[in-house]
């Protein structure tokens, strides 16, 4: 039997953050931490801006941003929402997202009294609002998609990025304005006031694939003695599954 291995995509950009290449308005609630190599976030909200930011080159029409965001605070409490931000913008390290300053395709986890919640915002369009609660010291691997010039979807899940799906959102009314993204984007709702409510945690593992909707995994091909070609997922090192 002859054996061809078809290598997975390789991201456009990847970041394990064992150095830090992002640019931070206020490193002491949201930034880089080379130590644990993870983007630390203590979303705080205060009137700041507390952004960090990624400079990046993007498709109007489809890409995907994966990461994995672990929470060790949460709480649900005050009238006022304590958000943090994820995903792609054009704003820069001070635009604050409050404003409506920048054009953008995020999800956001919204905590409040009630409120322990993602939702799917891209500028002028009708946002999707989750219903899944994300719990402390999980592991969630987020996928955020362009899937084409007016639609995008975010998936989360437990366990790995093909895991179990825990919440599902999407939206299918973006604007034609809304393109020209260059900066990834973490941050925090820059309103006025305060809020006892928490939002602390951290966000590894980020990969970005421009031009695709789906980023294709490792495949094995193979061609048995008088046989039919066959083609087989690699999952880990050890592992196959035909498909």
Not at 64 to 84: A, C, E, H, P
Not at 217 to 243: C, H, M, S
Request: charged content about 20%.
């Amino acid at each position: 039997k002859r054996y061809w291995l078809t290598p997975a995509l390789t991201p456009t950009y990847e970041d394990d953050f064992d150095t830090d290449a992002w640019d931070d308005n206020d490193s002491t609630n949201i930034g880089v931490n080379t130590s644990t190599e993870k983007i630390d976030f203590n979303v705080k909200l205060d009137g700041s801006v507390d952004n960090s930011v990624k400079s990046i080159t993007t498709s109007d029409t489809k890409w995907v941003l994966q990461w994995l965001v672990r929470y060790s605070t949460i709480t649900s409490s005050g009238s006022t929402d304590n958000n943090l931000f994820m995903g792609i913008f054009d704003g820069t390290k001070t635009t604050g997202n409050n404003a409506g300053a920048d054009k953008h395709i995020m999800i956001y986890h919204q905590v409040a009294s009630g409120k322990n919640k993602f939702i799917l915002n891209a500028t002028g369009a009708t946002q999707d609002i989750g219903t899944f609660s994300p719990v402390i010291n999980t592991d969630y691997y987020v996928t955020l998609k362009r899937l084409s010039a007016t639609e995008c979807e975010c998936k989360i899940r437990t366990g790995s990025h093909t895991g179990t799906v825990v919440e599902t959102l999407e939206i299918s009314n973006i604007p034609s304005a809304t393109i020209g993204f260059d900066n990834f984007y973490v941050g925090n709702r820059d309103a006025s006031g305060s809020s006892p409510a928490t939002n602390i945690g951290t966000i590894d593992d980020w990969k970005f694939y421009n031009g695709v909707t789906t980023p294709t995994p490792a495949t094995w091909t193979w061609d048995p003695k008088g046989g039919t070609r066959g083609i087989f997922q690699v999952l880990n090192v050890f592992e196959y599954v035909t498909i």
